[in-house]
């Protein structure tokens, strides 16, 4: 968790969720990630809602090329491990810098089995 104080010190502390793993992705990016990646899960299991991220990790294909706390400036690609309904499946997440913002895709087709 990803916990920053009220401006000025008054009211109450933001508290963001952060993924487990190893994921180079700030929490906006995680947010937005985790959206797509849930929307594609949810198609490969119609009806299921109990659906949780296990692990980050970057794909060895294409592994962010950063240090930690430093910024990204060239597209990575991680993959996310998820279980739904007792069922684990890998999404592939690749996150693409540019001067509008990073682009996310989870690409049709992304789930795979588990590493």
Known sequence: MLVAPAS???GAASVTPLLPGATAADPLLQREGLRLAL???RDAAPGCERIAVTDTRADA???????RGEAVRRPWAELWALSACGRASAVAV???PGRE????VVA????????
């Open 8 to 10: 000025g010190g008054t």
């Open 39 to 41: 929307l594609a899960v």
């Open 61 to 67: 294909a294409e592994p962010p090329a950063h240090g």
């Open 94 to 96: 690749r996150f693409a």
């Open 101 to 104: 913002g990073t682009e996310i």
């Open 108 to 115: 049709p087709g992304a789930i795979r089995p588990p590493p």
